[in-house]
């Protein structure tokens, strides 16, 4: 990796733990710079201002994890429902980036953020769009394969998974412990048991 590559993902890594922390309009681009020891400068060569950084985040941070991570857990599992249980149970209790105190990323992003940028809104709904059409697929597959019973509507199935999830990790932002996530994990269970 060439050196300004790595200084500009240095400087977005750092960015997104401080916006993960304390939220997108109050971190400043000071305080960017200050927690990657780059300057002002360095800073600037590589964005013109700190909303073209704050997309970067959700375009070559984001997405790719999404991708890589998640996208892929729906896309190589045999049975549909055990791999969106195993998704959400990974992201609220044994993924290590993902504090119960800060809750999830790109909803903090989305309440914070959707509202006053139409380039973050498009960004963030290409994020979860993404999201959505992978586990509306995976759900699909399930049905053809007869792992998912036939009348089962994908995306009635994606749209409650989805909102549990967002609704759980706020639950858990709120009262900072993984308690509640218990409690949303064994429902999730039952639920996805009750689509064979």
């Known amino acids: 990796m060439k050196k300004a590559d790595a200084t500009k993902l240095n400087i977005l890594e750092k960015a997104f733990e401080l916006i993960y922390i304390k939220g997108y309009q109050a971190t ?10 780059v300057t002002k400068g360095a800073f600037y060569y590589h ?15 984001l997405k790719p994890t999404l991708t890589g991570g ?4 729906l896309q190589n599992g045999e049975d549909p429902l055990n791999a969106i249980y195993d998704l959400i149970y990974g992201l609220l209790i044994e993924n290590e980036f993902l ?4 809750g999830c990323p790109a909803s903090n992003l989305t309440h914070e953020m959707s509202p006053l940028s139409e380039d973050f809104n498009n960004a963030l709904n290409e994020l979860t769009e993404q999201w959505i059409k992978t586990m509306i ?3 699909e597959l399930g049905k053809h394969n007869g792992v998912i019973r036939a009348d089962v509507d ?10 549990g999830y967002w609704g759980i990790r706020n639950f858990g932002k709120l009262s900072k412990s993984k308690e509640a996530y218990v409690f949303f994990l064994k429902e999730l269970r039952i639920y996805l048991e009750n689509l064979r």
């Open 154 to 163: 994908a995306m009635q199935v994606t749209m409650f998974v989805m909102s």
């Open 70 to 73: 998640f996208i892929g857990l």
């Open 28 to 37: 400043s681009i000071d305080d960017i710079i200050a927690t990657t020891n």
């Open 47 to 61: 964005f013109k201002n700190k909303d073209e950084m704050g997309l970067s985040i959700i375009n070559e941070l």
């Open 137 to 139: 697929e995976s759900i």
């Open 99 to 102: 504090k119960v105190e800060y």
